[in-house]
């Protein structure tokens, strides 16, 4: 996603409402010369609100499949241990060596699950901070107040210009903004594994 960082002052005697509804983007390519400007549909920029409900939609699915997972490794676990039980018993120590393995493999397979718990957990605390603290929300702005924040739409690789529209009541304010694509992959030489030059546009 490409983000901007916006600002917005109310310099009017009334307050008004801002928030993503009220921006919008459009992907615009020029003509030859330069001079002519062609842009595409206009869409509206991510809107906060529905991606914090898409995060904790999805994070609560994700929490109840890993319940399922540990639910099902406990049994295991346990059948293990019965089994390695029963073949010390019978004195049967390459059964029991059998189910030794499969008891440290089951806890292995139960940390791995909550390493990746943990994982997602980050990930998903760190998308949920960006969305409900970084970027723009929906505020009412009284005389003389502002508001900031980051707005993120989809990127365009195919675009020259990436307009940018804020409606402030009746009036609407266009932001071009020229895109420039630069290709950043390390070029590699031959006597080294390390790249010591980086490739421009």
Request: contains cysteine; glycine residues 6%.
């Amino acid at each position: 996603m490409v983000a901007f960082h916006v600002e917005i002052e109310n310099t009017g005697a009334e307050p008004f409402l801002i928030g993503p509804a009220d921006i919008y983007y459009a992907a615009c390519n020029r003509s030859e010369d330069g001079h002519a400007r062609r842009c595409g549909a206009a869409h509206w920029v991510a809107d906060p609100e529905k991606m914090l409900l898409a995060l904790d939609v999805a994070r609560s699915r994700q929490a109840a499949g890993e319940a399922n997972q540990e639910a099902l490794v406990g049994p295991l676990i346990l059948l293990d241990m019965a089994a390695a039980v029963g073949g010390s018993t019978s004195r049967n120590s390459h059964a029991r060596a059998r189910c030794v393995a499969g008891v440290d493999r089951a806890l292995a397979t139960t940390a791995a699950i909550q390493l990746e718990q943990q994982r997602h957990v980050v990930i998903f605390e760190s998308e949920r901070l960006r969305w409900a603290n970084a970027a723009l929300r929906k505020t009412t702005l009284a005389p003389g107040g502002r508001a900031a924040g980051t707005i993120y739409l989809p990127r365009d690789t195919a675009a020259d210009e990436i307009s940018v529209q804020v409606r402030m009541g009746k009036e609407t304010l266009d932001f071009p903004f020229k895109q420039t694509l630069v290709d950043a992959r390390p070029v590699r030489t031959a006597n080294s594994m390390f790249p010591d030059k980086w490739r421009g546009p």
